[in-house]
């Protein structure tokens, strides 16, 4: 499972394809650019050069501030040619959302955009920063190292989506990451196939495809998003023989009419993360031949995938132990081992030493607490059955994932504490009944005299402060929330309330709630205003 370390380390991935490959296609940009191995090195190590005269050492962190394309990479490989870490960042992030990773990283350099720069001028103050257009030399000058790159040193450092606190930021060692792009090698690729990455760069799925590429040869044709109307259309343009959907793309993808050329493409391995409800019909409208899955997160890595599993993996399942990333364990509340079936938090003690290394910036008591008695605890609950498939249930943790984002529902909630009618708040997911996955739903209760609350525009002040995938969809007003005898708020109270009468829809910017039910007399609409 752990790779050696010059497998591992992707200086050394880039310095062996040049010298044994330097024409074969590295990488294809969307617009067609394209970068041989031979051009990789020269990219990687130019960026290097010019990231070295900007102060950037071994050891540094690098913030990276960009959307998929060829500056990120160059920023990327050029940072990693010097032994910097990275720190991918969603170019979307503002506010505090923003500042708050950033005070934990303290990055040496933020590559980002003049245009973001003038932006986000209070946000970005205390930090330097480089326009992307001063990484793009060219050079064969070998970067000088202090000392070899190691498997415990680190690589990237990425933002957690945060649990009853805001989000943390997880420092990933070279051989954690290593892992992330494990699904590459579960689907046996080779300098043949074309990987579609269309997935963001700032997040551990793109960017551990795009590594897994670089290290079996496979070419990556990177794309900016998704174009899920689009999509088989543009895989069969792209020709790319294999592609990673997550969170609900494959819902989607199914819900679109079928059409004739729905099999009329070269896609021959799938990753689905999680798999669509049947996999089986999925399979049969798309003619795939091959489909797997796998889970991980920001501080694990990969531990469970389909592996060298042939067979389509059961509905609802995540994979199975990845041979030889370590020992497993579902443990229930007290600690205790369960059996299959049951449900229990999910316990990794990984092979490799190195990446025990891997922990929470400024936050040692929070480390302390994921690495106990020498296992990591992932917070992630799971059953597990007989035949070893892993079965994700649910997180104790208080975060909710939205089509692939991890949101960190206290974020969500301060930021909805700052509107003047609102006196508490609290947000949990939703399935939404248009068949887009989970969503998230605000339950407010009004500030003391406020009897009227306008809803939509609440959402759309939310919408000029956090990124899209953070704003609430759903809305609802109480007069106050559940809470245990310590006053913690009972979300899973008010995850079962789900989508009713009283539920206001950003989106269609109305009730969730018919309008002629609403003429007849069956229902009452609560006393809320709402933009239209």
Known sequence: MWLDRDEAVLRSVIERNADHHPE????????GETWSSIETLAEAYGAAEVLASLGVRQGSRVAIMLPNGPDFVRAWWGARCLGAAIMPVNPALRGRILEHPLRLAEPDLIVISPEQVATLRSELAPYRTA??????????????????????????????????????????????????????RDGDLTDEDRFLIDLPLFHTAGLGVMAGCLRSGTLAVLRGRPTLSRYIEIARELEVTATFLVGSMGAK???????????????????????????????ERFGIERIITSFGSTETGGPLGTGDHRGLPSPGS?????????????????????????????????????VAAGHYLKDEAATAQAWRDGWFHTGDLFRRNGDGEYFWVGRDRDTIRRRGENISAYEVEQELLMESEVAMAACVGVEARDDVGIEVKAFLVPADGVTDIDLGAIGDRLADRLPGHMVPRFYEVITELPTTPTQKIQKFELASRLLNEHTWDRVSRSWVVQARQAASGDIAVPHSRRST
């Open 131 to 184: 326009d992307p257009l001063l990484l793009r030399e060219r050079s064969f000058a070998k970067p000088r190292l202090e000392r070899p790159v190691e498997l415990a040193d680190p690589d990237v450092v990425l933002m957690t989506s945060g649990t009853t606190g805001p989000s943390k930021v997880w420092s990933s060692t070279v051989a954690q990451a290593s892992t992330t792009g494990a699904y590459v």
């Open 24 to 31: 074969r296609s590295v990488i294809v940009f969307e617009g």
């Open 253 to 283: 993808l199914m819900a679109l009419p079928e059409s004739p050329t729905d099999r009329d493409h070269r896609i021959r391995l799938m990753v689905m993360a999680p798999l669509p409800p049947d996999p089986s019909r999925f399979v």
């Open 318 to 354: 995540v994979g199975r132990e990845r041979r030889g990333y370590g020992e497993y364990r579902l443990v229930d509340g007290h600690g205790d081992d369960i059996a299959a079936g049951e449900v229990g938090e999910l316990l990794l003690r990984p092979a490799s030493s190195a």
